[in-house]
């Protein structure tokens, strides 16, 4: 006897979508993707790391601080040891996990097109790190409220002069 596959809907579990993905595009959730993004996201991590872009926002920051502590007599940053560590911000990485979710919130549950591909296309694993944008990220803390709009405009700064979007 066949075991007979359930209809994918819309409506469909975490645990049914992998199935959907395994069945209708041959696509696998296991621990070889596992290892993969392990070990690509920890690259990624140490690449950036060592990038002119994160020393310049470590500068950045610094230099914000500085000025910032200067005019106003309080530090801006809050160095919460949760967020940051030998004085600059931690990088994290996207948990796996996170990550097959995401990608089943774009594909299903928010895909207006259902069954059809979402509007800018399927997120399958081959496209990870070109479609999900918040795979390495940071957290910065500031203190005050005014310090929100302070840094943000040095940050905006910073971009503008680089032509970083």
């Known amino acids: 006897m066949v075991e007979s596959l359930p209809e994918f809907s819309k409506s469909m579990t975490l645990q049914e979508y992998q199935l959907w ?3 209708e595009h041959k696509k696998f959730i296991n621990d070889e993707l596992y290892k993969n993004y392990d070990i690509s996201t920890r690259f990624a991590k140490q690449q ?4 002119k872009t994160w020393h310049d926002l ?45 990608t089943y919130r774009k594909n299903v549950l928010e895909n207006e097109n259902w069954n059809q591909s ?6 399958f694993p081959e496209d990870w790190f070109n479609k999900i944008n918040d795979i ?5 803390v500031v203190k005050y409220a005014d310090g929100v709009v302070y ?14 979007h």
Do not use: M, Q
């Open 21 to 23: 993905l395994k069945v």
């Open 48 to 51: 950036f790391e060592n990038s």
């Open 58 to 102: 470590i500068n950045l920051l610094n230099n914000a601080e500085f000025e910032y502590s200067k005019e106003k007599h309080y530090d801006l940053i809050s160095r919460n040891a949760e967020y940051f560590s030998n004085n600059k911000p931690i990088i994290f990485i996207k948990p796996f996990d996170s990550v097959v979710n995401k």
């Open 118 to 123: 979402p509007t800018d296309g399927w997120v």
């Open 136 to 140: 390495l990220r940071t957290l910065i």
């Open 151 to 164: 840094l943000v405009n040095k940050l905006k700064e910073y971009c503008l002069c680089n032509k970083i």
